[in-house]
């Protein structure tokens, strides 16, 4: 987006706004499939649900990866229209409930669409077993999530050392165990956890194997990561690494999908604010906008990631402090950005920003969650 569509966009909507652009949306996914040809992408709708952004993926050929009943439900009226016969491969063609943990009610009311499942223990698969016998299964190994933004090793996974037991009992309770997957971490620039979770995963299917349970599906979750500052390596980079394990390590026929969130969508959307006041504090000049970190900045506290600020204004710099709208005293939205001089009703906007950010907004103080409009849809 232009800084002069921005500003139209302001002005005609108000602030705040999270201006998302599905053009960038399907330029991600068409990077991924075209750096990664052999996996099928499972966009992971937590990280930004809106219909729209929903919508645009499947019509460019995307899967979905849910994580609650609600997410279910959105992305099957947002994209079932297949004749009932068709219905079911569709559905696991379609979407993996990739959430380890659910609660009976939701695997009672999943049931009927005989859904992809993910599961890393003994109790969830009993669970399974009694409320959603129809289910296929996918069992999420625990993999390093070494300097991964989002570590998510110390909730969700089973050790390697379990794997295989938790197959076979799967089996011996009637269950199928489709697929492996695991999960790296979000945000993960340490592309060496890839390579590690590849390996991992091959060696609990070598084990299956020899059992006698052949593993149709690899998983290879989300993590992919977004380039939010010149460190991160370039995806080409992480690509090459994963195609030429995949293809050491796995039968061709196998059928290998990711559930890519942050990657997809982070790039597609920018935050406008406005400033609403200005004061000096311990020789500092501090503005504060109309947005906050309890709405679209809500990625700082739940998703560990920083945003830059910048002026539409241009002139001589100085390092600023912008907080947020609301009357808690840690809605600090950046400590110190490089800012010229601005006065209130100036705006300001962050890019990068569609990943984990209005999706965790909040209604906390009164303050309503930012408006989306959607370009290029
Ligand atoms: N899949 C699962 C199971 C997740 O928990 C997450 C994020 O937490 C994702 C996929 C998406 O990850 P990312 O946005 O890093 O691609």
Redesign the pocket.
């Known amino acids: 987006m232009t800084q002069k569509q921005l500003l139209a966009i302001a002005k005609r909507h108000g602030t705040p706004v999270v201006v998302i652009d599905h053009d960038v949306i399907r330029r991600n996914y068409a990077t991924f499939r075209r750096r990664l040809p052999k996996v099928q992408a ?1 966009y ?1 709708v ?2 930004n649900p809106a219909p729209e952004i929903i919508r645009t993926l499947y019509r460019a050929g995307a899967s979905f ?1 849910v ?1 609650s009943l609600p997410e279910f439900m959105m992305v099957h009226e947002n994209i079932q229209h297949l004749p009932a016969k068709e219905r079911q491969s569709f559905i696991w063609d379609k979407i993996i409930y ?3 943990i659910k609660p009976k009610e939701t695997l009672e009311a999943l049931d009927e669409y005989k859904p992809l499942l ?1 599961y890393d223990n003994l109790d969830e698969l009993r669970k399974i077993r009694r409320y959603a016998p129809h289910a296929g299964l996918v069992l ?1 190994l625990r993999v390093p999530n070494t300097g ?1 933004m ?1 570590e ?1 090793s110390s909730k ?1 996974g089973c050790d390697t050392g379990e794997a295989v037991d938790l197959i076979l009992e799967a089996f011996r309770i009637g269950l199928v165990v489709e697929g492996l ?1 695991f ?1 790296v ?4 620039t340490n592309f060496d956890n890839f390579v590690q979770a590849l390996n991992i995963a091959a060696a609990v299917m070598r084990e299956a194997r020899s059992r006698g349970h052949e593993i149709k599906i690899l998983d290879i ?5 977004v380039p939010y500052d010149a460190r991160v390596k370039p995806f080409p980079v992480l690509a090459r690494k994963i195609n030429s394990e995949i293809g050491r390590l796995f039968a061709h026929d196998i059928e290998i999908l ?7 969508v ?1 790039t597609a959307a920018t935050a406008v604010a406005r400033i609403i006041g200005k004061a000096f504090r311990d020789g500092k000049t501090c503005y504060y906008v109309d947005d906050s970190v309890y709405h679209t900045f809500s990625g700082i506290v739940f998703d560990h990631c920083q945003y830059r600020l910048k002026a539409f204004k241009k002139g001589e710099t100085e390092i600023c402090t912008v907080f947020g709208q609301t009357c808690d005293g840690m809605d600090a939205i950046v400590q110190s950005e490089e800012l010229p001089h601005l006065e209130i009703d100036d705006l300001l906007y962050s890019e990068n920003i569609g ?2 950010s209005n999706a965790s907004a909040t209604h906390f103080n009164g303050f309503e969650p930012a408006q989306v409009v959607h370009v290029n849809e």
């Open positions: 499972y992971a937590k990280a990866d994580a990739a959430n380890p993910t999420r991964s989002v998510l969700f997957s999960h971490g979000s945000q993960c979750g989300g993590g992919f990561p990711a559930e890519p969130g942050r990657f997809l982070a990943a984990y």
